[in-house]
């Protein structure tokens, strides 16, 4: 399951997304009619930034040539707004590709693991044998020989 605002993966069935806070409802007519609701307006405002970027690109040059620059003004200005629009369309793009992947998972009704109940517990472990941790001090001892004493009184 994907959360239809932020697309984060989730492992386990949960009421809300843990990373944007988004209210998620599985198999819920509603939840999936916003969800197309929101794809439709990705794919509308893909179409209308790909109309607005050609527009300026092309309006540009038509532009800088009735100013009469130079060419390599001309040719430095379709360089730059090609390779910008061209980066603004491949993430719209790449947004709308992620959103059918996630509509996909949404409306195939990907079966997840069954949601607990809060008064279920997971199943109870063995208790691990504790050991008697060996002593500081037994092995920070040691005895001392007596320094045998050369001088005579």
Same mark, same amino acid.
């Given at each position: 399951?994907?959360?239809?605002?932020?697309?984060?993966?989730?492992?386990?069935?949960?009421?809300?997304?843990?990373?944007?806070?988004?209210? $998620?409802?599985?198999?819920?007519?509603?939840? #999936?009619k916003?969800?197309?609701?929101?794809?439709?307006?990705?794919?509308?405002?893909?179409?209308?930034?790909?109309?607005?970027?050609?527009?300026?690109? $092309?309006?540009?040059?038509?532009?800088?040539?009735?100013?009469?620059?130079?060419?390599?003004?001309?040719?430095?200005?379709m360089?730059?707004?090609?390779?910008?629009?061209?980066?603004?369309?491949?993430?719209?793009?790449?947004?709308?590709?992620?959103?059918?992947? #996630?509509?996909?998972?949404?409306?195939?009704?990907?079966?997840?693991?069954?949601?607990?109940?809060?008064?279920?517990?997971? %199943?109870?472990k063995l %208790?691990?044998? $504790?050991?008697?941790? %060996?002593?500081?001090?037994?092995?920070?001892?040691?005895?001392?020989? %007596? #320094?045998?004493?050369?001088?005579?009184?």
């Amino acid at each position: 399951m994907f959360c239809p605002s932020c697309g984060l993966a989730l492992a386990h069935q949960t009421k809300y997304c843990n990373r944007c806070g988004a209210h $998620l409802a599985s198999r819920d007519p509603e939840a #999936i009619k916003l969800f197309e609701n929101r794809m439709d307006s990705e794919m509308e405002g893909l179409f209308w930034s790909t109309m607005m970027g050609l527009g300026l690109v $092309l309006g540009g040059l038509v532009v800088l040539k009735k100013i009469e620059l130079g060419n390599s003004f001309i040719l430095a200005w379709m360089i730059l707004s090609s390779a910008a629009f061209i980066t603004y369309f491949c993430v719209g793009l790449w947004q709308v590709r992620r959103l059918a992947k #996630i509509s996909k998972a949404v409306t195939e009704n990907v079966e997840l693991a069954p949601p607990r109940e809060t008064h279920e517990l997971d %199943p109870a472990k063995l %208790p691990i044998q $504790l050991t008697a941790a %060996p002593s500081v001090t037994e092995h920070t001892t040691r005895t001392l020989e %007596p #320094i045998p004493s050369n001088a005579k009184k």
